[in-house]
C-alpha cells in the first residue's frame, strides 16, 4: 500500500470555490478564473508516495507546491479531492483526530528554522514530543537521540543564537525526528541557508535516509536540489503537476516544453546513471575483469569519463549482486548529454590527467582500441 495519496487535489481562494472547479474541470484556466476575482492555487493533483521515498515537489515562486504540502497534513481543507494517509482519508477527520495524526504520524519541518529563542536546543528538538504528552525524561531521551543523529551532540544545553543558520535547521530535522512520524513534509527547508551549508544539509538528509528510511515529501523551487534528494520528482506550474518521474526520466523525456526548458540548465552527467544509459545484455553474459572494470547501475555518467578516456569502447554494467546486466558505449554517454562539446572537453581533460599519472606529461598518447568487455560464458 502507499504511504501518501493525492487524488485530483483543488484549492481555490475566493468567491464561490465550488463553482470555480466545476470551472476549471470544464477547461477554464487560472487566469479566467482570477479575471473573476477567484485564485486556483491547486488544480487536479494526483500523485502517490510510496514507503521510504523521497519525493519532490519543484516550481517555481507561486506554482502552488507550498499550499498543495499544507493540504497533505490537513493545515488547509482542499476545495475537491482527497488524501489517503496508510489508507485512511484525512480530508474528512474529526479536528481531534487530525490534531493527533499531526502531532504522532506527521511531523513538518519549516523553512524558517521556527524554534523558540527562549528554549535550549535539545528543548526545542523535544518539542513535539512534549505536545504528545511525552514524559520529560523520556521525551530529553528521544530528543537527544535525534541531535545525535543530526551531527549535534554536544550542543543539547545550547541557545538556539548560539548556532549557525545551518545547525538550527538541523534542531528542526531532529524535532521531527524526534517524535518518530512516518511521514515528514519539508517546505523549503534548506533555500534560507548558505549553498555551501544547504548542500551539507543534502547530505545529511540523504545520510539518514539510508538508515532511517523515511518517507518524505519535500518541497523546492531548486531544480538541482530536486534532482539530487528525489526519488520522484513532481513538476508544478500553475497550480498544475505537469510531469511526475525520476530525475532521470523528466530529463531524457520532458513532458511538455516547459519542463525542457526548465531543466536544460541541469549538469546531466551528474544527474543521469550508467543503469540509465545502458544497453542491457542477455543473462548469461559476462565480462572479463582483466579487460574493463565494471561500475553499478547507480554510478553518475560523470564518473564514466575517465574509464572512456583511456579507450574503453564498452563499460561494464553490474547490480547489487555483482552479475552483469548491461553495457555502456562511448557514444551512448555522448548522445544522452545535452552538451557534447562540454562532455569531449571533459574526455581530453581525463586523457592528460592519465597521461599525468601515468609520467607522460609530455604527450598525450591517442586512445587505444581494446577489446569489448563483454562476452558469453559459452
Same mark, same amino acid.
Given at each position: 500500500?502507499?504511504?501518501?495519496?493525492?487524488?485530483?487535489?483543488?484549492?481555490?481562494?475566493?468567491?464561490?470555490?465550488?463553482?470555480?472547479?466545476?470551472?476549471?474541470?470544464?477547461?477554464?484556466?487560472?487566469?479566467?478564473?482570477?479575471?473573476?476575482? *477567484? *485564485?486556483? %492555487?491547486?488544480?487536479?493533483?494526483?500523485?502517490?508516495?510510496?514507503?521510504?521515498?523521497?519525493?519532490?515537489?519543484?516550481?517555481?515562486?507561486?506554482?502552488?507546491?507550498?499550499? &498543495?504540502?499544507?493540504?497533505?497534513?490537513?493545515? &488547509?481543507?482542499?476545495?475537491?479531492?482527497?488524501? +489517503?494517509?496508510?489508507?485512511?482519508?484525512? *480530508?474528512?477527520?474529526?479536528?481531534?483526530?487530525?490534531?493527533?495524526?499531526?502531532?504522532?504520524?506527521?511531523?513538518?519541518?519549516? #523553512?524558517?528554522?521556527?524554534?523558540?529563542?527562549?528554549?535550549?536546543?535539545?528543548?526545542?528538538?523535544?518539542?513535539?514530543?512534549?505536545?504528545?504528552?511525552?514524559?520529560?525524561?523520556?521525551?530529553?531521551?528521544?530528543?537527544?537521540?535525534?541531535?545525535?543523529?543530526?551531527?549535534?551532540?554536544?550542543?543539547?544545553?545550547?541557545?538556539?543564537?548560539?548556532?549557525?543558520?545551518?545547525? #538550527? #535547521?538541523?534542531?528542526?530535522?531532529?524535532? %521531527?525526528?524526534? =517524535?518518530?512520524?512516518?511521514? +515528514?513534509?519539508?517546505?523549503?527547508?534548506?533555500?534560507?541557508?548558505?549553498?555551501?551549508?544547504?548542500?551539507?544539509?543534502?547530505?545529511?538528509?540523504?545520510?539518514?535516509?539510508? =538508515?532511517?528510511?523515511?518517507?518524505?515529501?519535500?518541497? *523546492?523551487?531548486?531544480?538541482?536540489?530536486?534532482?539530487?534528494?528525489?526519488?520522484?520528482?513532481?513538476?508544478?506550474?500553475?497550480?498544475?503537476?505537469? #510531469?511526475?518521474?525520476?530525475?532521470?526520466?523528466?530529463?531524457?523525456?520532458?513532458?511538455?516544453?516547459?519542463?525542457?526548458?526548465?531543466?536544460?540548465?541541469?549538469?546531466?552527467?551528474?544527474?543521469?546513471?550508467?543503469?540509465?544509459?545502458?544497453?542491457?545484455?542477455?543473462?548469461?553474459?559476462?565480462?572479463?575483469?582483466?579487460?574493463?572494470?565494471?561500475?553499478?547501475?547507480?554510478?553518475?555518467?560523470?564518473?564514466?569519463?575517465?574509464?572512456?578516456?583511456?579507450? =574503453?569502447?564498452?563499460?561494464?554494467?553490474?547490480?547489487?549482486?555483482?552479475?552483469?546486466?548491461?553495457?555502456?558505449?562511448?557514444?551512448?554517454?555522448?548522445?544522452?548529454?545535452?552538451?557534447?562539446?562540454?562532455?569531449?572537453?571533459?574526455?581530453?581533460?581525463?586523457?592528460?590527467?592519465? %597521461?599525468?599519472?601515468?609520467?607522460?606529461?609530455? =604527450?598525450?598518447? %591517442?586512445?587505444?582500441?581494446?577489446?569489448?568487455?563483454?562476452?558469453?560464458?559459452?
Amino acid at each position: 500500500m502507499s504511504r501518501l495519496q493525492a487524488e485530483h487535489l483543488y484549492k481555490v481562494f475566493g468567491r464561490r470555490p465550488d463553482d470555480a472547479v466545476r470551472k476549471l474541470e470544464a477547461g477554464a484556466d487560472r487566469d479566467e478564473l482570477r479575471a473573476e476575482g *477567484t *485564485t486556483a %492555487a491547486v488544480i487536479d493533483a494526483s500523485f502517490t508516495v510510496e514507503p521510504g521515498q523521497i519525493f519532490v515537489v519543484m516550481g517555481l515562486s507561486g506554482s502552488g507546491k507550498s499550499t &498543495l504540502l499544507r493540504m497533505l497534513n490537513g493545515l &488547509l481543507e482542499p476545495t475537491a479531492g482527497r488524501v +489517503l494517509f496508510d489508507g485512511d482519508d484525512i *480530508t474528512h477527520l474529526s479536528p481531534k483526530k487530525l490534531r493527533e495524526v499531526r502531532s504522532k504520524k506527521i511531523s513538518m519541518v519549516f #523553512q524558517h528554522f521556527a524554534l523558540f529563542p527562549h528554549r535550549s536546543v535539545v528543548e526545542n528538538a523535544a518539542y513535539g514530543l512534549e505536545v504528545q504528552g511525552v514524559a520529560k525524561e523520556e521525551r530529553l531521551k528521544r530528543a537527544t537521540e535525534a541531535l545525535e543523529l543530526c551531527g549535534l551532540k554536544g550542543w543539547e544545553k545550547s541557545w538556539p543564537d548560539e548556532l549557525s543558520g545551518g545547525m #538550527q #535547521q538541523r534542531v528542526g530535522l531532529a524535532r %521531527a525526528l524526534a =517524535t518518530d512520524a512516518d511521514l +515528514l513534509l519539508m517546505d523549503e527547508s534548506f533555500s534560507a541557508l548558505d549553498p555551501l551549508i544547504r548542500r551539507d544539509m543534502q547530505d545529511q538528509l540523504l545520510e539518514l535516509q539510508k =538508515t532511517l528510511k523515511k518517507t518524505i515529501v519535500f518541497i *523546492t523551487h531548486d531544480l538541482n536540489e530536486a534532482m539530487r534528494l528525489g526519488d520522484q520528482i513532481a513538476v508544478m506550474r500553475d497550480g498544475r503537476i505537469v #510531469q511526475t518521474g525520476t530525475g532521470e526520466d523528466i530529463l531524457i523525456r520532458p513532458a511538455n516544453d516547459y519542463v525542457r526548458r526548465f531543466v536544460e540548465d541541469v549538469d546531466r552527467s551528474r544527474v543521469l546513471t550508467a543503469g540509465s544509459i545502458m544497453e542491457k545484455v542477455a543473462a548469461d553474459a559476462a565480462f572479463d575483469e582483466e579487460d574493463a572494470s565494471s561500475v553499478s547501475t547507480e554510478t553518475p555518467v560523470a564518473e564514466l569519463f575517465a574509464a572512456l578516456a583511456e579507450g =574503453t569502447t564498452e563499460i561494464p554494467v553490474t547490480d547489487d549482486d555483482g552479475d552483469l546486466v548491461g553495457v555502456v558505449a562511448r557514444e551512448k554517454v555522448l548522445s544522452a548529454l545535452a552538451d557534447e562539446a562540454q562532455i569531449e572537453a571533459q574526455l581530453e581533460a581525463g586523457i592528460e590527467a592519465a %597521461a599525468v599519472l601515468g609520467g607522460m606529461k609530455d =604527450t598525450v598518447p %591517442a586512445p587505444r582500441t581494446t577489446e569489448k568487455a563483454v562476452k558469453s560464458d559459452a
